[in-house]
């Protein structure tokens, strides 16, 4: 048996996505996959020091691990029209956020670098994606960037949607907004490298034959989600563009990280790297 660490964020798009895997659904021969559930910003700073095998890993991140990773050509987390959503509890408008205090749940989130595409000059706090909502609601931050099921619920505690970044995104080059990506160490070698990829093609695929007996999965893992709910938030970030990128994901991947170049939010131009099933 060989043993392969395989990290991704305890939500439910990716408890749908890695349902199969953890679960004993498919064949995976000999290979065994470590899950290991942390929080996006911490598998992107696990990342930099290229601890983990595979791991799901915010797109900004990817510009700065380049040398250790490459990416799988399924996967992808993309929001078509809506994405991260900035909120807050008193009305506020896009043009506030330079004079206002916004929390952010990690500067290596996809999320942190559309906002800062947004608006240049906005002050951020870091503060873990699960507490951002009770902080805004206390008044510690003037708003909050909200990625995971906040998108969903953050009207049921009272907060405004200052700007989707996902309708921002499309609006500015009709484009899907591409957040987060499945990479593989290159260290591994081609031959396994492949084989992973073909395992988690073959996972995703399994989630979305299986979506009821996936979902009831993805749902423990859906802070304040009902199964109506987790299911939908499923199906925003688990979709066709999640199967493959395709020619329209990855031309949004290739021009959202090369903004970031021009901004001066990542330190070298990207050239794409997919492992070749």
């Known amino acids: 048996m060989r043993e392969l660490t395989l990290g991704h964020s305890p939500d439910p798009d990716d408890a749908f996505m890695f349902y199969a895997l953890a679960a004993g659904r ?7 996959f470590r899950h290991i559930l942390e929080d996006i910003e911490t598998l992107n700073r696990r990342a930099l020091n290229g601890e983990l095998d595979i791991t799901a890993l915010s797109l900004h991140a990817y510009a700065f691990v380049l040398s250790r990773y490459a990416l799988l050509p399924s996967g992808a987390s993309m929001g078509d029209g809506y994405g991260p959503i900035v909120v807050s509890k008193a009305p506020m408008t896009v043009a506030d ?37 009770a902080a805004v609601e206390r008044g510690d931050v003037d708003a909050g960037l909200l ?25 500015e080059t009709g484009l899907p907004l591409p957040l987060g990506v499945n990479v593989i160490r290159k260290e591994l070698g081609p031959e396994l490298m492949v084989r992973v990829t073909r395992l988690l093609s073959e996972s995703i695929g399994y989630a979305l034959l299986h979506r009821d007996e996936a ?33 329209r994901g990855r031309r949004a991947v290739k ?8 901004a001066k939010l990542v330190p070298q131009p990207v050239e794409l790297e997919f492992v070749t099933p």
Do not use: C
């Not at 953050?154 to 309708?167: C, F, N, S």
């Not at 993805?218 to 970030?237: I, N, Q, S, W």
């Open 26 to 32: 498919i064949n995976t021969g000999e290979l065994r």
């Open 255 to 262: 021009l959202l990280l090369d903004r970031a170049f021009e």
């Open 97 to 133: 956020l330079a004079r206002r205090t916004i929390a952010v749940p990690g500067e290596l989130t996809t999320a942190f670098l559309v906002l800062k595409l947004v608006e240049p000059n906005v002050r951020t706090r870091v503060i873990p994606f699960d507490r951002i909502i």
């Open 147 to 171: 990625i995971h099921e906040g998108q969903l619920t953050y009207g049921t505690r009272g907060l405004k949607k200052v700007i989707d970044l996902g309708e921002w995104w499309r609006s």
């Open 215 to 247: 979902v009831q999965h993805a749902r423990r893992y859906g802070r304040d989600l009902d199964l109506p709910l987790t299911d939908k938030f499923v199906g925003m970030y688990v979709n066709d563009l999640t199967v493959d990128y395709g020619e």
